[in-house]
């Protein structure tokens, strides 16, 4: 079964506004992503937050991690129409070496 | 290459028929990676190459499924037989080194008729 659970997975907000996404996930991590796709195509990699960190920053994109809790959220500030696209958390292990990832959330910024 | 190059981008086929599936990953990356991702649905993880070995290929579907690597570059993915449920995006990533950014490819549409 995928690792990252992401909620909500659909999100529908006003230009300017913020909006937030979670990620939970359930073992131990040795960092975790954050990925954008647009119309069902390649994913484009937004953020790495490591295990030992709690909060990253990427211009309008902000990341905290809860290892205690075995989540995340992903913050866009003053959200632009352009954001809108399908976000997933993917969570990484050395042991094997993938990445898992979450089933989505899907953004729709209105102008 | 400047990024993860992958071919066909989009490959029609008949139920049944075989089907091969191109990645070229990003210049002296060891990790390739496969991912399938059906319409409106996360990434499903089918395997994982370390140089030319596969240390998990736990995802692969079923026997119809394989996928090689060669040259610790170009990783082939076959799907013989297919079905009309294998249409899906097939999605290559490449990756550095332990823990770094896994970068990904446009992806190869798949459509089974």
């Known amino acids: 079964s995928q690792q990252g659970e992401e909620d909500p997975q659909a999100l529908s907000i006003q230009e300017g506004e913020n909006a937030t996404m979670n990620c939970s996930y359930k073992?131990?991590?040795?960092?975790l992503q954050w990925y954008r796709q647009n119309s069902g195509r390649g994913l484009v990699h937004l953020i790495l937050i490591r295990s030992n960190e709690r909060e990253k920053h990427s211009g309008r994109l902000r990341v905290t991690l809860d290892t205690s809790k075995k989540s995340s959220s992903l913050l866009i500030t003053a959200s632009r129409a352009a954001d809108t696209a399908s976000y997933f958390c993917a969570t990484y292990r050395n042991q094997g070496g993938k990445l898992i990832f979450g089933q989505g959330t899907e953004l729709s910024v209105k102008p | 290459g400047a990024g993860v190059s992958q071919s066909p981008s989009n490959k029609v086929t008949e139920k049944g028929k075989d089907v091969e599936l191109r990645c070229d990953p990003i210049?002296?990356?060891?990790?390739l990676y496969w991912y399938r991702q059906s319409l409106g649905q996360g990434l499903e993880f089918l395997i994982y190459f370390q140089g030319n070995s596969a240390p998990d290929k736990s995802g692969l579907p079923s026997d119809r499924f394989s996928a090689e690597r060669t040259g610790g570059s170009v990783s082939t993915l076959t799907i013989q037989r297919t079905q009309q449920e294998d249409s899906a995006v097939y999605l290559c990533a490449s990756r550095g080194g332990a823990g770094n950014t896994i970068y990904f490819g446009e992806g190869s549409w798949l459509t089974v008729v």
């Open positions: 210049s002296g990356h060891t990790a």
């Open positions: 073992t131990s991590i040795n960092n």
